[in-house]
Nanobody, 119 residues
Framework: QVQLVESGGGLVQPGGSLRLSCAAS????????MGWYRQAPGKQRELVAG???????NYADSVKGRSTISRDNAKNTVYLQMNSLEPEDTAVYYC?????????????WGQGTQVTVSS
C-alpha cells in the first residue's frame, strides 16, 4: 500500500509565498516521475509542475518563473515552492507520483491541499 500525503497549503495574500510538500510512504521499490497538479472550482485538473527521477523539470506557463519543484529522493518527498502568488493560483493542489512497487508501476495521487490566495 502506497500513500501520498500533502502539506503546506493555506491562505496567503497576493504576492506571498507557500511551500507545498508531499511525502510518499509504503512498499516502494522506486519512485519515477513526481508532480503537482491543481484544480480550481469549475475547472479541469491541470499540471503545475513535474520532476523526473533524474531531476529534469517542467512547468505550466502560468507558474513558470514563480514556482520551483524539487525532490528529496532520500525522503521520498517532492516540494513545490510558489512565489508571487496570485488569486488565480487559488485551487486544490494534488501531488502525483509514478511509483513502482515490486514489479508493477502505478500512478498515485494525494488527497489534495487547499491553496487560497486572497487579501
Amino acid at each position: 500500500q502506497v500513500q501520498l500525503v500533502e502539506s503546506g497549503g493555506g491562505l496567503v495574500q497576493p504576492g506571498g509565498s507557500l511551500r507545498l510538500s508531499c511525502a510518499a510512504s509504503g512498499s516502494i521499490s522506486r519512485i519515477n516521475a513526481m508532480g503537482w497538479y491543481r484544480q480550481a472550482p469549475g475547472k479541469q485538473r491541470e499540471l503545475v509542475a513535474g520532476v523526473t527521477s533524474g531531476g529534469s523539470t517542467n512547468y505550466a506557463d502560468s507558474v513558470k518563473g514563480r514556482s520551483t519543484i524539487s525532490r528529496d529522493n532520500a525522503k521520498n518527498t517532492v516540494y513545490l515552492q510558489m512565489n508571487s502568488l496570485e488569486p488565480e493560483d487559488t485551487a486544490v493542489y494534488y501531488c502525483n507520483a509514478d511509483i513502482t512497487t515490486g514489479f508493477f508501476g502505478h500512478v498515485y495521487w494525494g488527497q489534495g491541499t487547499q491553496v487560497t490566495v486572497s487579501s
